[in-house]
């Protein structure tokens, strides 16, 4: 169900030219590089100021760049021969004065301005159309290295219960329901109940919010039971912000005392799923790629 | 728009006999209790063991009970002459051990254990038709106390400008999405954007979690901008569970740096309502009460 890939054997490496990763914050950004290498394309990475990991850019061909030096970028891109990018890794929203905009920006500014008074959707897709009217061509993750998303079935770790499989139904559906005020991608059910809703706080900290709760008896349903569910909003484009679990995910839940966690297939990446896979299973908990439900399947322009 | 007021005027003190008021955690009991007697009508507490405050139900005729002492409290009920009765105040979900059932209880327990699959609704929902069809008659706190709930307006401080007003919109969109799954009564949206969710960890818990994801940077929205959106569920069984705000939450609002709060008139409960409109005045945060939108009333059975 995964979209098709845009690997070597499709698009001639040579004809078009390195691939440009704009680099958030995470590891994200260097497994990606490793992978589209391997497939023989080379790679030039932008590393954004102030997000991206040194050490995670260092092995890679790359220029550091300013979130907002849109002119600067464009240069470097056609310097660099690139015409095809991804976006990859963690991007907070920042303030408007943060993003020290330089001349090349500021004809965008207006632009900018509108997409940060909607949520993250509308801002990173209004930055993927900036790029797409400049000759740019916009890739997802998914796209470049098809096998970091999820597949479907066991992840990891034991298999969910009757009564996980209930909370995960309701948790793609409340997800479902929320999709279009964008909020976050994310949820907690124990026993058909809600106990957490990601916004802004992320993942990680949800989860720690849970364990919180929990210590402090808000929380009264026994450990070993509840799932984390996480899938991309519907009609989300794909090419930004994809939802993302790694083994801090794994930790995460299982600090929290749930039984599992379940993710769309196809639709989240998953970082280092060798070591999910072998967290999963020493914590005692599942991890499970979700079969896409009829009518959902993934959208990727 | 607030549904019919059931007080000493329609329904004859002395034939209607005393008021039970069944008290969880908070202040909230002990003001309607004293809002009732002063209407002329005796009341009979019945705080629950592990959340009703000592202090709070001293000054009243009261019984200290267990939550799942049902046959004894069913008894009580019928000794004091009681047929009416509210419940009022903070009732954490506790866990079927904690419930600790008498023989009363032993008859409905199929009940609590169906209903403790549900979320809240549920749970609160059984628990007022198995009181029904023991013949009680169950009321809300909003109907023996009309003037507890916001009315239409300003409660506080100044008025929401125009950016308030859009994410105000956002926010009562997300929570009507929401509701089907019973998740919490609140959320905070600033620029359009939904920096957080409440379920599991209450309204106070959320606003503290903004706090500390601005002083964390994580939200890099101005100071000043942003709302507390609060209103019930659609088609909430109002004689249970009605959202309320107070001074604290006030606080929490302004330690959060946003611009203000607003409920549903009509359909949230107001603790000390001078307090509110003195903190929200000296903090230079907004208190506003919301018209209900068409086709939403409150409902109440």
Chains 1, 2 share one sequence.
Not at 21 to 32: A, E, H
Not at 108 to 114: D, E, N, S, T
Not at 142 to 154: F, K, M, N, S, T
Not at 256 to 262: E, S, V
């Amino acid at each position: 169900m995964t979209s098709a890939p845009v690997a070597a054997g499709k698009h001639d490496a040579a004809a078009a030219g390195p691939l440009a990763i704009i680099c958030g914050g995470g590891m994200l950004p260097g497994t990606i590089a490793a992978k589209v290498e391997a497939q023989g394309r080379p790679v030039v990475l932008f590393a954004i100021r102030g997000w991206a990991d040194p050490a995670v850019v260092a092995p890679f061909r790359h220029h550091w760049v300013g979130l907002a030096c849109y002119g600067g970028f464009l240069r470097l891109m056609r310097q660099e021969g690139c015409r095809d990018l991804v976006v990859i890794g963690v991007l907070l929203r920042p303030s408007l004065w943060q993003l020290r905009p330089d001349w090349g920006a500021v004809r965008i500014l207006p632009r900018i301005a509108r997409a940060f008074r909607g949520g993250d959707d509308h801002l990173l897709t209004s930055f993927g159309r900036m790029l797409e009217d400049d000759g740019c061509r916009l890739l997802g993750a998914h796209q470049v290295a098809p096998d970091i998303l999820a597949g479907e079935g066991r992840l990891g770790g034991r298999s969910p219960s009757a009564g996980d499989e209930g909370d995960i139904a309701l948790g793609l559906g409340l997800l479902a329901a929320q999709s279009p005020f964008d909020v976050g991608q994310a949820v907690v059910v124990a026993n058909r109940y809600v106990l957490a809703v990601e916004a802004a706080e992320g993942t990680d900290r949800m989860l720690a919010r849970v364990a919180e709760l929990r210590e402090a008896g808000r929380i009264k349903i026994s450990r070993g039971v509840g799932v984390l569910v996480k899938a991309p909003k519907i009609g989300q484009d794909r090419r930004f912000d994809m939802p993302t679990i790694g083994p801090q995910t794994v930790d995460g839940v299982a600090r929290a005392g749930l039984a599992g966690l379940a993710v769309l297939a196809g639709g989240v990446i998953v970082a280092e799923p060798q070591e999910v896979a072998r967290r999963a299973e020493a914590a005692g908990v599942f991890a499970v790629g979700l079969p896409v439900p009829t009518g959902q399947g993934p959208q990727t322009p």
